[in-house]
């Protein structure tokens, strides 16, 4: 079973526009609507490629209820923490591959939810991998649950991932190239790789849009280009690729690599968030060109 954990979850509206950078009214003729959020993205993707996974999540409020409804929907599994406050709102407004995002805040966990989320993650081991994924606004909830000592795999951007690292069992680290820039300063993903390697991470993937990625395993880099799609938007690429590579582990390196990268190009195709559809997730993995550095 794969744990994932959505501490900031959202209802998030989707809207297709012809210039999602411009200030103009807006009256697309479809839009969609999800519970979205990294850790709650990853674990859509999972459910769609046939694992036994459960999503935890803090919810609260209004909007909080419409996630739970959402989330029941679609027939994830789910363990909800009630937090004070209300869960945020999001929109995107995308073009061809080119989208704006607008974000609400969130509820501010307080150290009871805390307490409240590990105990709900605790209760569901043992675990093939806890996936802790997405924005956080409280300093301890992470690397608490990295010490429960199950496999890792952390995709955000946070001071705190330094310290997760440090408590060990990390079997994927994924932050985007963006994200390695503003914790350790660094723009070379291969170079951002091989710091999480070092890190202890057993994976380390490094993503920067439709641009090249970088995957490392033990001494060898996979420099990967990505799969010649038309984009709706990129909006859960990067959690459809964590969910591929979790999914396509035991079939070795080489195979592993090439499904993940199908996934996230799967889904940067279509207007849902994180929504994938296995055989044409296995089709585009045939597709996917990569080289290898030793490291």
Same mark, same amino acid.
Request: proline share 7%.
């Given at each position: ?146 010490? !429960? ?27 985007? !190239? ?62 459809? !690729? ?33 929504? !994938? ?19």
């Amino acid at each position: 079973m794969f744990i994932t954990v959505t501490a900031n979850p959202m209802v998030e509206h989707l809207f297709p526009v012809a210039d999602p950078t411009g200030a103009h009214r807006h009256r697309p003729a479809q839009a969609w609507s999800f519970a979205t959020g990294k850790g709650l993205n990853v674990a859509r993707a999972l459910k769609d490629l046939g694992e036994d996974v459960v999503a935890v999540l803090a919810v609260g409020g209004r909007r909080g209820r419409e996630i739970v409804e959402r989330v029941e929907g679609e027939g994830i599994r789910s363990r909800i923490v009630a937090v004070r406050g209300e869960n945020r709102a999001g929109s995107t407004l995308f073009h061809q591959g080119e989208h704006t995002t607008i974000y609400g805040p969130g509820p501010v966990l307080e150290d009871g939810d805390v307490e409240a989320l590990v105990a709900s993650v605790r209760a569901l081991l043992p675990a093939r991998c806890i996936v802790l994924a997405g924005s956080v606004n409280h300093k301890t909830l992470y690397p608490r649950l990295a010490s !429960l000592g199950a496999p890792l795999a952390l995709d955000f951007c946070h001071p705190c991932l330094d310290e997760c690292m440090k408590l060990g069992n990390v079997l994927i680290a994924k932050p985007n !190239l963006r994200e390695l820039g503003y914790l350790y300063g660094v723009s070379d993903p291969v170079v951002g790789a091989h710091r999480l390697h070092d890190q202890g991470a057993r994976w380390s993937v490094v993503t920067d849009g439709p641009s090249q990625a970088i995957f490392q395993s033990g001494g060898v880099v996979r420099c990967v280009e990505p799969v010649p799609v038309r984009a709706v938007h990129p909006v859960g690429c990067g959690d459809a !690729l964590l969910a591929g590579l979790l999914h396509a582990l035991p079939r070795g390196p080489q195979r592993a690599v090439a499904f993940a990268m199908a996934c996230g190009a799967h889904n940067a195709a279509r207007p849902e968030i994180a929504s !994938l559809d296995p055989a044409a997730c296995e089709a585009l993995a045939r597709q996917v060109k990569m080289s290898r550095l030793e490291s």
